[in-house]
Structures are given as C-alpha cells and as structure tokens.
C-alpha cells in the first residue's frame, strides 16, 4: 500500500509568482484535503476534494485554488504569492465511510517565498 | 466553528516521566477527536483517535487520551516517556459530518535521556 506523497518537497519562489504543488493520495483514497502549517502553528485547513470536486473551503483566499484528477491525484496552486505564504503545505488522503474520516498525511511541501 | 487549544506549548521532560498534554476544544455538535504527532524529519501521525463509546482511547507506543464531554477535553497521557518521544503533538477535532480538521497550535516535547 502506497502512502500519501508530494511533490516537490522544497521550493523557493518570489513574490508575485504562482506556485503549484502536487499530491498523490493514498491507495483507494478519493478525497484529498490541503492545509498550510505556518512555522510554530498547526496546520490549518485550505480546501478538500472529493471526487474531483471542491468539497468545503477554509478560510483562505480565491488565489489558493486546486484540483484532483480522475485517479484522485491533488494539485494545489497559488497565485500572487505573498510573503505570509511561506509554509509548510501538507496533503491528506481519506475515504470517508459514514462518521470515520481518518486521515493520513504526506511528508509535504516546503514553500518559501522571498 | 471549530476551535482547539493547547495550553503546554513546549514541554521537557527526563525519561520515565510522566506526561499529559492539555486539549480543549470548542465545537457545538459531535466531534471526533485525534492526536496526531510529528517526530523530527517526519509527516504527521495519528497517535490515537476517539469518535464514540469508551472515552478512554489506546493509541500506538503507550499513549491513551481520555475524552471528558462535560469538560470538552481530550488529554493525552503516557505514563514513562522515552527519549524517542521528542516530537511535536497536535490536538485536532473534525466534525462527524466531513473530513475538515481543525488543528491545536501543537506541543513541543523535548525528553531528556
């Protein structure tokens, strides 16, 4: 069983570029959450996807935007970044049966923006 | 909405020592609860999760957190650290309905050999 992997695992960006960052979910896994843990913070909930669409956002802005792939596969975009989005971004893959949302996370993506 | 928190934000202990990490949260409907732990160099982990029936919950390496309702608590305890217990915690609490997890603001545990 293949875990949650991510890509890239560092990046340096500047200002004003746009960023995309990738997700490969769990094995058997349909629904991919995003959250960004600023350092010293826990993370914080971006938006989720279940079956390829948008299912419940956090409290963050439009320039954050992602999608998921037919094989549940997750790309996470930024635009505009500002430097507040340094970050560590995190993915998580479930498969939400009734109340059990157990979620398993990757090793992330460590953005830096200059 | 959902909120967590953490009261012990860095915490050293000697090893053998006992250990309990402080959440509370704040969510008026019913919730499921984790711990969740990030060694050094590693992703996050659940430690242990508690969605209904007994409220003490057993998670892996000897940890256990106890759900008290009335207090909207859910402590994480172990009763002889090790040295491989350095890591951060985190408290998290996701409603029944959906996948969202709202995160604490994590505990930082250093153990000294």
């Known amino acids: 069983e293949t875990g949650v992997t991510q890509s890239p695992t560092h990046l340096i960006k500047t200002r004003g570029q746009q960023v995309t960052l990738r997700c490969s979910s769990q094995?058997?896994?349909?629904?991919v959450s995003w959250y960004q843990q600023a350092l010293g913070q826990g993370p914080q909930f971006i938006f989720q996807y279940y079956r390829e669409e948008e299912n419940g956002r956090g409290n963050f802005p439009p320039r954050f935007s992602g999608l998921q792939f037919p094989n549940y596969s997750s790309e996470l975009n930024v635009n505009a970044l500002e430097l507040d989005d340094s970050a560590l971004y995190l993915c998580a893959s479930s498969l939400p049966v009734l109340d059990y949302n157990e979620q398993f996370f990757g090793p992330g993506t460590r953005l830096t923006v200059l | 909405a959902q909120s967590v928190s953490q009261h012990n934000h860095h915490v050293i202990l000697s090893e053998a020592a006992s250990l309990e990490l402080g959440c509370n949260y704040s969510y008026g409907g019913t919730v499921n609860l984790f711990w969740y732990v990030q060694y050094p160099g590693q992703h996050l982990q659940l430690l242990l999760k508690y969605f209904s029936g007994d409220p003490l919950v057993k998670g892996i390496k000897g940890f256990e957190a106890e759900f008290i309702k009335s207090k909207f608590s859910f402590n994480l305890r172990k009763p002889s650290v090790q040295w491989s217990d350095t890591a951060e915690y985190f408290c998290a609490v996701g409603a029944s309905s959906g996948d969202k997890l709202t995160f604490g603001t994590g505990t930082r545990l250093a153990v000294r050999p």
């Open positions: 094995s058997g896994h349909n629904t």
